[in-house]
């Protein structure tokens, strides 16, 4: 009973910019951890950023300085801003949620579908 859907991916020139949002809906008593992921073709899925309930924020190497991750808890929504692009941020993108339905059971993950990103040169 809780869905998290991405939007936002496409094709994009290296250097260009992106907004990825993710939408969680369902019955949702309280959301933690929320975070983006991405697999490339070939590769394991990688952690790309990570936010807290509270706002803190956590991200890969390879993405610190060009990624930021928000949500707005009122929105029960996460985003990724991605700037300066390079083909090697080419993949399909995850919405992970740890979501409650309801107070006092323990948190459970949840993804989305993913959205494909492609930047070219």
């Known amino acids: 009973q809780v869905q998290l859907v991405e939007s936002g991916g496409g094709l994009v020139q290296a250097g260009g910019s992106l907004r990825l949002s993710c939408a969680a809906s369902g019955t949702i008593a309280s959301i933690n951890n929320m975070g983006w992921y991405r697999q490339a073709p070939g590769k394991q899925r990688e952690l790309v950023a990570v936010?807290?309930?509270?706002?803190?924020?956590n991200y890969a190497d390879s993405v610190k300085g060009r990624f930021t991750i928000s949500r707005d808890n009122a929105k029960n929504t996460v985003y990724l801003q991605i700037n300066s692009l390079k083909p090697e941020d080419s993949a399909v993108y995850y919405c992970n949620g740890q979501v409650k339905m309801r107070m006092f059971t323990p948190y459970r993950d949840y993804w989305g579908q993913g959205t494909q990103v492609t930047v070219s040169s």
């Open positions: 936010i807290t309930s509270s706002g803190g924020t």
